[in-house]
């Protein structure tokens, strides 16, 4: 089994920052693709940003310049660093993996739980 578990969220002032963090455990073989989504209340699930297993980076416009995604790939952990928190960027944020498990073959897509980030007007 493989288990992703965020920390980090929570209530923040508009301008502000925050910084989460997501380790992946369990019978990993490989990590791939490590990234953060998010989903507003009555919206769709969206991409926040992407980093591959050699860090190469994906972000979405919308945060672009203030937010970070990086990884420390020895401890299986992605972080995301979000500076100039604005309201619209409140939703729950999901962490990504895909994993290769130990005997198996190919990669396979992993969530957290999510974790809460508000951001006050």
């Known amino acids: 089994q493989v288990q992703l578990v965020e920390s980090g969220g929570g209530l923040v002032q508009a301008g502000g920052s925050l910084r989460l963090s997501c380790a992946a455990s369990g019978s990993i073989f490989s990590i791939n693709t490590m990234g953060w989504y998010r989903q507003a209340p009555g919206k769709q699930r969206e991409l926040v940003a992407t980093?591959?297993?050699?860090?190469?980076?994906n972000a979405a416009d919308s945060v672009k310049g203030r937010f970070t995604i990086s990884r420390d790939n020895a401890k299986n952990t992605v972080y995301l660093q979000m500076n100039s928190l604005k309201p619209e960027d409140t939703a729950v944020y999901y962490c990504n993996a895909d994993v290769r498990r130990y005997a198996v073959t190919g990669y396979l897509a992993y969530w957290g739980q999510g974790t809460q980030v508000t951001v006050s007007s």
């Open positions: 980093i591959t297993s050699g860090g190469s980076t």
